[in-house]
């Protein structure tokens, strides 16, 4: 039984010494393989291919710069994506400074080798980045179109023209300076305000107008929309009426009076107008502001929307 | 206990205006001219003072909410501490600016109304101190020399239903919910079937000066604005928000109201602050967005909201810049910066509750909140003496 267990390990002992000779001479013959391969270096040692390697690689690099230069227009017009960019751009002025480095000492052979491969890298990335330009490019001329489109019909963040006309027939007595006016556009496809007026009333309620400050118990006023737009319209006219003075008419009911932002500073505003307009629709619509004492003079009524001026209005009171 | 005080004699009335000119506080005094046969004078015992205000109604009559405050004054007596020192105070401050309606203001006694708050009721129902309320109207009965006043409590429904009925226009009765911060609780609430009988109350046991209180607890040693606006969100975010949530969420407010009206000092300081030009008007409509940033510039920049720093940023050469200059020094003396921010924070987290996506409310504060109760009192009394 013990000699059993010694002829065992003795014939593994052997066959462990077989398998290191076996690795031993494999290691062997790979290594003398390996110092065969300078041999091919002799083409790379040849003063005139390394040149022609190098001019190659100088072109395929000027190339690369010019399809680089040619991506300016992108970062200076992409304005969400710019940062991205801006970021693949450096990466890429790194990419470039390490190739004229590298190109820089042709007779470092795998300087040239890696030069090539930078070279190929940052030809892909000026690929890529040209591509991304179309895209934006084409994604920009979508936008465009839309946000023209959306000019025709948004509202109320647009400016809103005022109909010119309303201006000669109004019915009120007093001058009415015109409105910012933008002759170059046209009603359609706009929300129009026209006939503004400004009334003063004897009574509290009911419908005797009067001229006189001391009867007069409440301004009140008018203005026309025109819904012009492709869509259903809804808003706030803040009305805000100058006594003679020059200080804001308040509704004796304090709860109609507040401040809004205009392009001139905060304003008090007399009174705010709420409306609904449909698509085509043209309504009139009517505010009042009590007032406990009127004086006589003039009192100038103005209508903003979004913070702009509108429409103006006067009445004279005695 | 019925004290008898001799304030008829020319010496009483100079020790009560030298007692109460120290002590007089008007949120809303601006207009002293007191005349007419249209004004009214509302006296209450408050928790911490007597109140009066003197009304003249205008245009279309209270049934609109058309009033004008005169005079809105108070005198500090802390009369719920129950003291004997507090009870002579206030007797002496109540029957003074009876008084002063009475003989100086000639408001003739059927136009003037005394009540005590729904505060003072509380707590001297908790504190089993009702007797004192009584002692309080009987001595003061005694006082004025008018056995038949009628001088009651008015419960916390009354309060605030009053208080809307008051303050709100009827145009907005229906849509508007009213809250009414206080420094140490919050009240309000709206009609919610179209009629002024049925009142959907709403309560918080936060105000602006338990807020205050409760961040200051959570200070430890470090007594840094930074940690006070840390703890006080920690306050606002943990057991407010909780009950906050559940008050308003229970009220059905949201979904009822197109209008949510404030009160309380509070309310009259950031809208004095935020809307300077409009320091005149009674009411602001406010801009939810406009009192994030004043509780932003209170905290970064306290110095912005002085009355130099204002009154330098207005341009409009038609507004009263020292009128709206002693409003603001009235508001920074009132509420110093850490009382500014903690009522700020308690009304923004209110706001916010209101402040939807989709649905957005129309909020407004209202400056003359305390006597707005006194205008619905007075219509209510002048129906019932016809």
Known sequence: ?318 | MLTRIPLRTPLSILFFVAFSSVQLFAQTSLRIKIKGVNTYAGIEVGSKGVKMSVIEVTGSGLKNGNFKILKDTSVNTDFITFSKESFRNTLLGLTGLYETANKQYQIPENRIFVVFSSGVKAVADRENKVSMIGNMADSFRLAINEPNRKVEPIDVIDEARLSHLGIVPSSKRYTTFLIDIGSGNTKGGYFPSGNTKDFSLFQLTWGTKSISNATEKRLDDDKTLVNFSRQMQRVLAGPAEEEITYAVNVSNAYNMSDNIAFSGGIAWAASTLIYPELAENPVVPVIYDDVVKLSEKIYKNYLSVSDSAIVKGLSDPSLDKKMIGNEIRKVNKVFDQRALMSGIGLLLKIMRQFEGVHEKKQFYFVKNGQVGWISAYVSQAIAEQK
């Not at chain 1, 040239?112 to 991304?132: F, G, P, S, T």
């Open chain 1, 1 to 318: 039984m013990r000699d059993s267990k010694s002829i065992l390990l003795l014939i593994v002992s052997m066959l462990l010494i077989v398998v290191s000779l076996f690795l031993l001479w494999t290691w062997g013959y790979n290594k003398g393989k390996q110092n065969t391969k300078p041999g091919t270096a002799v083409i790379s040692d040849s003063t005139t291919a390394k040149l022609l390697s190098v001019d190659s690689l100088n072109d395929l690099y000027n190339d690369a710069l010019n399809n680089l230069n040619s991506l300016d227009l992108v970062i200076s017009r992409a304005d969400s994506v710019k940062l991205d960019i801006t970021f693949k751009l450096e990466e890429m002025n790194r990419l470039r400074d390490d190739i004229t480095a590298l190109l820089a000492n042709p007779q470092n052979p795998d300087g040239l080798r890696i030069a090539q491969q930078k070279i190929q890298e940052l030809q892909r990335r000026v690929d890529e980045l040209k591509k991304q330009n179309i895209a934006i490019q084409r994604e920009n001329k979508r936008l465009a179109e839309l946000l023209r489109q959306l000019a025709a019909i948004s509202y109320p963040s647009d400016p809103v023209v005022v109909n010119p006309d309303a201006y000669s027939d109004s019915s009120n007595t007093a001058t009415i300076p015109l409105p910012q006016i933008d002759p170059n556009s046209k009603p359609e496809g706009m929300m129009t305000f026209s006939s503004p007026s400004l009334t003063a009333f004897s009574e509290e309620t009911g419908s005797t107008e009067t001229s006189i400050s001391t009867e007069a118990m409440r301004m009140a006023g008018s203005f026309e929309i025109q819904n012009n737009l492709s869509k259903d319209a809804s808003g706030e006219i803040m009305v805000v009426i100058l006594q003679p003075d020059g200080k804001v008419l308040k509704s004796a009911s304090s709860w109609d009076t507040g401040t809004f932002e205009t392009e001139e500073g905060r304003k008090i505003y007399s009174y705010k107008v709420k409306f609904n307009c449909y698509r085509g629709e043209s309504r009139v619509l009517n505010f009042e502001v009590p007032a406990d004492l009127l004086t006589a003079g003039n009192y100038t009524m103005n209508l903003y929307q979004n913070g702009k001026k509108i429409a103006s209005a006067s009445k004279s009171l005695q």
